[in-house]
């Protein structure tokens, strides 16, 4: 009777957070982004933006932190960079530096649950079509990267890029 008990009492433990991961995971698709800013979204609908690279329908832009008193800090973890990737307007990358402090990615785990796949590189987390991945925090690497992406629009511009680089070295012969 006793070994029933605790062998039901670690399967409903079990089953309690295997639930609750999954709806943690579903918080990073329900927040499609970061903050106010979402992923697919068209990237002319935000202010303080400076264009910083121009690859014809792939754009990159650096978001002025000045400005952005809303995008300033993760917690008490400053922002140091935010910029964002566009493809034929609709943003499919958001990359935020921030300082190496592991504090992250407690909060990260807090927010979206245990990452989908760690290893010496750093943490992923990943829907069906959003990416979360965060780089750094140790060795050379004082900064954490993270990078929420949108996967269907990424695949897109990088097809988009293949296309151009391949009509550009058949057009050098």
């Given at each position: 009777?006793?070994?029933?008990k605790l062998?039901?009492?670690?399967?409903?433990s079990?089953?309690?957070?295997s639930?609750?991961n999954?709806?943690?995971?579903?918080?990073?698709?329900?927040?499609?982004?970061?903050r106010?800013i979402?992923l697919?979204s068209?990237?002319?609908n935000y202010?303080?933006?400076?264009?910083?690279?121009?690859?014809?329908?792939?754009?990159t832009?650096s978001?002025?932190?000045?400005?952005?008193?809303?995008?300033?800090?993760?917690?008490?973890i400053?922002?140091?960079?935010?910029?964002?990737?566009?493809?034929?307007?609709?943003?499919?990358s958001?990359?935020?530096?921030?300082?190496?402090?592991?504090?992250?990615i407690?909060?990260l785990?807090?927010?979206?649950?245990?990452?989908?796949?760690?290893?010496d590189?750093g943490?992923?987390?990943?829907?069906?079509?959003?990416e979360l991945?965060?780089?750094g925090?140790?060795?050379?690497?004082?900064n954490?990267?993270?990078?929420?992406?949108c996967?269907?629009?990424?695949?897109n511009?990088?097809?988009?890029?293949?296309e151009?680089?391949?009509?550009?070295n058949?057009?050098?012969?």
């Open positions: 009777m006793r070994t029933i062998f039901m009492t670690i399967l409903f079990v089953f309690f957070l639930k609750f999954s709806q943690n995971i579903d918080k990073l698709k329900s927040n499609n982004g970061f106010t979402k697919g068209d990237v002319r202010k303080n933006l400076t264009l910083v690279s121009n690859k014809g329908e792939i754009k832009y978001l002025d932190l000045y400005k952005s008193p809303n995008f300033q800090k993760i917690g008490h400053p922002i140091k960079e935010l910029e964002l990737k566009s493809f034929q307007n609709k943003i499919y958001i990359y935020i530096t921030t300082s190496g402090d592991f504090s992250l407690g909060m785990t807090d927010t979206f649950g245990e990452a989908s796949h760690k290893s590189l943490w992923f987390w990943r829907t069906d079509n959003i991945s965060v780089m925090g140790s060795g050379v690497l004082k954490y990267y993270l990078t929420f992406v996967i269907e629009i990424r695949k511009a990088w097809k988009y890029e293949r151009k680089e391949l009509q550009n058949i057009s050098e012969f």
